[in-house]
């Protein structure tokens, strides 16, 4: 089968050259590594952008990978151009990438998604016996819906010898796995400086490919192993947010509205309304007494109407009241002339 050579194109409707497919692939494997090595949160912007511009390349490539027909499932590895060998990576970057894809609201469709990637990858590479490994347990073995023993949260205990030896070789299987894993990549080290510069010759480029492709199968594995128990979990907290009574927060009654003022304050402190109001301060109701001449040191009291006559009333019966002798003499006077004089004397308006 024809390899995918660098110069295939496909042409754009404006009769514009499209993206090489090698340019498509190179370009989203080195958008995952970015995201899958930077330290910013995976919610950020930048790195959700290059996370869609990833898939995006990556689905590209595999469209075109499809038209191609690069892949039969009657080719053995060996016949496989070197060209070819990397591509077989596709899904399996997309399934990555389609993990970093952050949306709560869509979690339980990535998943599914990245699982279905996954799986076409390891399928894929089980056909061309890249490598000696077990498939994982299909997506038509997980239950739609959680059963009895899934919506158990308490994780049972072995009870028997059997059990016990299977947990004993799943967990040597994952020490075997990582060390595999460790000395691909420690392999994959060695030699991507002489792929990268293009000085390495076509059996070393074909084994560092080979090489990601294992290594992408270890993960893969692992990966689907935990998007198992993701959906297991994300199913759970669907059904219990069905189940769970719809419970309407209560109503707050509404705030009075509140104006802090000083006559408000005031009010609040001396009782606003009742008579022990105070009006004034012991200075202002002296000073205010002082100016109408009603204290005891000013004197005889002056009435508050400002009568000039009965002022002069009050003051003279005051002096009398205190044996003023100018006060006694002009009213003994005053009584002699009364008595020689009658009422009305040098009145010459009610003469003729």
């Not at 060390?179 to 480029?205: F, M, N």
């Not at 189940?243 to 009010?267: E, G, H």
Request: proline letters at 5%; hydrophobic letters at 35%.
């Amino acid at each position: 089968m024809a390899a995918a050579e660098d110069s295939n194109y496909t042409q754009n409707p404006s009769g514009s050259e499209a993206p090489k497919l090698s340019d498509l692939l190179d370009q989203g494997w080195k958008l995952y590594e970015e995201v899958d090595s930077t330290n910013e949160p995976s919610s950020s912007n930048a790195v959700q952008v290059k996370v869609k511009r990833g898939i995006m390349q990556l689905e590209e490539a595999t469209r075109m990978v499809s038209q191609l027909d690069l892949f039969s499932h009657n080719e053995a590895l060996e016949e496989m151009a070197t060209a070819d060998v990397k591509y077989l990576l596709l899904p399996a970057l997309l399934g990555a990438l389609t993990m970093k894809q952050v949306n709560p609201s869509k979690r339980l469709e990535h998943v599914h998604t990245a699982r279905a990637y996954f799986m076409d990858f390891l399928q894929r590479c089980k056909e061309y016996e890249v490598c000696s490994f077990q498939l994982p347990r299909s997506s038509e073995n997980i239950a739609d819906t959680p059963t009895e023993d899934q919506t158990n949260p308490v994780v049972p205990m072995p009870t028997s010898q059997q059990d016990l030896i299977t947990m004993a070789t799943q967990r040597q299987a994952k020490i075997e796995s990582f060390k595999q894993r460790k000395e691909t990549e420690a392999k994959l080290s060695e030699i991507r400086g002489l792929v990268e510069s293009g000085s390495a010759d076509e059996d070393v480029v074909r084994e560092f490919y080979l090489l990601n492709v294992r290594r992408w199968i270890t993960l893969a594995v692992e990966e689907i192993n935990s998007i198992n128990q993701e959906i297991e979990i994300l199913k759970r907290m669907e059904a219990f947010k069905q189940s769970a009574p719809q419970i309407s927060p209560p109503k707050r009654p509404p705030m009075k509205p509140f104006i802090l003022t000083k006559d408000a304050v005031q009010a609040k402190v001396f009782g606003a309304g009742y008579p022990s109001l105070a009006t004034m301060t012991v200075d202002d109701w002296y000073e205010q007494h002082r100016l109408k001449a009603c204290l005891p040191d000013q004197g005889v009291p002056r009435s508050a109407d400002g009568n000039a006559e009965e002022d002069e009333k009050a003051e003279r019966e005051w002096k009398e009241e205190n044996d003023d002798k100018e006060a006694l003499q002009k009213a003994r006077d005053w009584d002699d002339w009364k008595d020689t004089h009658r009422r009305g004397y040098g009145n010459r308006k009610n003469m003729g």
